[in-house]
């Protein structure tokens, strides 16, 4: 299905600004939906008496008039009489009697959408109600149908959305979430039962109806400093402001606060407050943020220790007499190391992944600068790892380190010279790896499996047993040198 942008864009002419109005309301719209007990429907002209949805929504209060989608459906006619005389006449207008979409009722409003007072009408809403179920209404549904009327009416001359509202759009709270209407002097006139509980989960053990809601929830706040913002936004909201939505904590709870000016045919008439309570999801959030910072702090001190063992193993390395022993422990002195520059970069990282292709070039430098190597054997990357979970690329690192190694160490003997080249191609969920030089090639009778190095029996094990993958050795098929061919799986473990 097209979206709202794309069928604007192919049957209508309206400049970006307009366009940018309409998908503000489109952003805005469920709560409009959800206080008519509604379904709204957006409608374009297209032609002559002819109108082409291109948006619309069901109301999660109650049941909806329309089991298909109408999006990209055209009316005209007597189909189209709402969004004509909306559109023609640039008012509201309401059907007298219901009309019947097969056997439901349906009362079917028009509201004409315009971005500013005064402006032309760039589209209607249709505010379509399903009449099956009607009965007496309740306070609270009289609450809501009352807000839901003022913001029609906003929506008609132009007042709503706001452009500064844009960035509360679906951010919550809800209308069911719990919802206070306002009269003009800031006093409660209408209170949701969510709303009250959401209240007292701040402290309040009375009823708010007639209380004044800004000095009320100011002397609530845990923090005198929120406690003087949020009374603040819920003034300049009755002033005719809209500010961004608020936390607010007090007693253990936290509350989420946004705030809507109702200022129908430009006269004040109160503010809406939508309220939630959002406390066991912020203390669900803080739990996952300290464990983030915990994983990363062990990541951190992790690396430390792998530091501290690489040091150790590199000053021990050089007050040995053996040639022997002084080779073992430098290498292991790079294998700690490469472990670690995958937790250095773990511990700065919120998800227990990495953005592979920086450790590999920085593996690639220090491999070069350790083995004395760089005046005479090139290393280089070619292709891009991405960014690898943990769990691959830890072993992997560990893997690259002995396998280059390798190459530069035994590919090019005494003073010969050449490049060592480090290629990755990701494709179907896998990782190709291959480590290419142009040395003096394998040993005749060289077999990876009947190999006695311990390198290259670690790299054996790390791939079949970590990396879940394979591993072959051979000659390079046009040119001299030697290839080692890695396949792994990157996928999801």
């Known amino acids: 299905m097209s979206t709202l942008y794309e069928l604007l864009a192919e049957h209508t002419s309206l400049p970006p600004d307009d366009v940018e109005h309409l ?3 489109v952003g805005e719209w469920q709560l409009l939906s959800d206080l008519s007990f509604a379904d709204l429907l957006l409608w374009v002209p297209v032609a002559e008496g002819e109108f082409l949805c291109v948006a619309q ?3 999660t209060t109650g049941p909806t008039a329309y089991q298909d989608d109408l999006v990209g459906r055209l009316r005209s006619g007597a189909g189209a009489v709402p969004q004509r005389v909306a559109a023609g006449e640039g008012r509201i207008f309401r059907e007298a009697d219901p009309d019947w979409d097969g056997p439901v009722p349906v009362r079917r409003e028009g509201i004409p959408v315009r971005r500013e007072p005064g402006a032309r009408v760039l589209a209607v809403v249709a505010r379509d109600t399903n009449l099956v179920a009607t009965r007496s209404p309740s ?15 906003m929506v008609a001359e132009g007042s709503f959305p706001r452009a500064q509202q844009a960035a509360d759009v679906d951010t919550g709270p809800r209308a069911g979430d719990g919802l206070i209407r306002l009269a003009p002097d800031g006093r409660v ?14 402290g309040v053990t009375g009823d708010v109806t007639d209380a004044e809601l800004a000095p009320l929830t100011r002397r609530l706040a845990r923090d005198p400093f929120a406690g003087r913002e949020i009374a603040d936004r819920i003034r300049r909201a009755l002033a005719g402001e809209a500010p961004l939505r608020m936390e607010v904590e007090a007693r253990g709870g936290i509350v989420l606060f946004r705030t809507l000016p109702l200022r129908p045919g430009g006269e004040p008439a109160g503010a809406l407050v939508l309220v939630g309570d959002v406390t066991e999801l912020r203390y669900r959030d803080r739990q996952l943020l300290s464990k983030d910072a915990t994983i990363r702090e062990i990541h951190h001190r992790v690396k430390n220790n792998l530091q501290t063992v690489a040091a150790l193993l590199r000053l021990q390395a050089r007050r040995v007499e053996s040639p022997a022993a002084r080779t073992a422990l430098e290498e292991s002195e790079r294998r700690v190391a490469s472990i670690a520059m995958v937790h250095e970069t773990l511990a700065v990282s919120l998800d227990e992944r990495v953005d592979f292709d920086g450790i590999v070039d920085r593996l690639l430098a220090s491999l070069s600068d350790v083995a004395g190597a760089g005046t005479r054997v090139r290393l280089a990357r070619d292709g ?8 691959v690329a830890t072993p992997l690192v560990m893997v690259l380190t002995e396998v280059v190694q390798n190459a530069v160490e ?37 077999s990876l499996a009947g190999s006695d190095r311990l390198g290259l029996q670690i790299v054996r094990a790390l791939v079949s047993a970590e990396l879940r993958g394979s591993m072959e050795v051979r000659p390079r098929s046009s040119t001299p040198g030697t290839e080692a ?9």
Do not use: M, W
Request: aromatic residues 6%; charged residues 20%.
């Open 23 to 25: 998908q503000r309301l």
């Open 410 to 446: 035994h590919g090019f003997p005494a003073s010969e010279t050449g490049t060592v080249t480090v290629s990755a191609r990701r494709a179907n969920r896998r990782l190709r790896v291959v480590v290419a030089d142009d040395g003096i090639g394998l040993p005749a009778g060289f």
């Open 139 to 153: 306070k609270l549904e009289l609450a809501y149908l009352a807000t839901a009327d003022d913001l029609c009416r």
């Open 57 to 59: 929504v069901r109301p």
């Open 384 to 391: 891009a790892f991405g960014v690898l979970a943990a769990e």
């Open 485 to 493: 061919v890695l396949d792994v799986p990157i996928a999801a473990r």
């Open 189 to 202: 006139a209408y209170a949701s039962p969510n709303a009250l509980s959401a209240y007292r989960r701040l």
